[in-house]
């Protein structure tokens, strides 16, 4: 059964940093791109970033101060995120398409506010 789940998230003030986690199981981790997406409210999910084996992309706001990476030993992936605006206030979800299929954590808030 695959699962992710996302941990790390919570209140920040702007201009602070978070990292954020996604364990991944139930699938051969390495073989997979893995993504962080991040959806405001009252807005539409949005790519933060990817990372396969041969590219990593970013979301046009998030280049530059955010960063994707993973552990494959561990099954995880990570998304550091540095200097945050209030605008970064989001749920972000871990991402995977597994043999065809949209696969989706529960999703861990994250507040960016003084």
């Known amino acids: 059964q695959v699962q992710l789940m996302e941990s790390g998230g919570g209140l920040v003030q702007p201009g602070g940093s978070l990292r954020l986690s996604c364990v991944a199981s139930?699938?051969?981790?390495?073989?997979?791109?893995m993504s962080w997406y991040r959806q405001a409210p009252g807005k539409e999910r949005e790519l933060v970033a990817r990372?396969?084996?041969?590219?990593?992309n970013y979301g046009d706001s998030m280049r530059g101060r955010f960063t994707i990476s993973r552990d494959n030993a561990r099954n995880t992936v990570y998304l550091q995120m540095n200097s945050l605006k209030p605008e970064d206030t989001a749920v972000y979800y871990c991402?995977?398409?597994?043999?065809?299929?949209?696969?989706w954590g529960s999703g861990t808030l994250v507040t960016v506010s003084s």
């Open positions: 990372m396969s084996s041969v590219a990593t």
């Open positions: 991402h995977a398409v597994v043999d065809g299929m949209l696969r």
């Open positions: 139930g699938f051969t981790f390495s073989r997979y791109a």
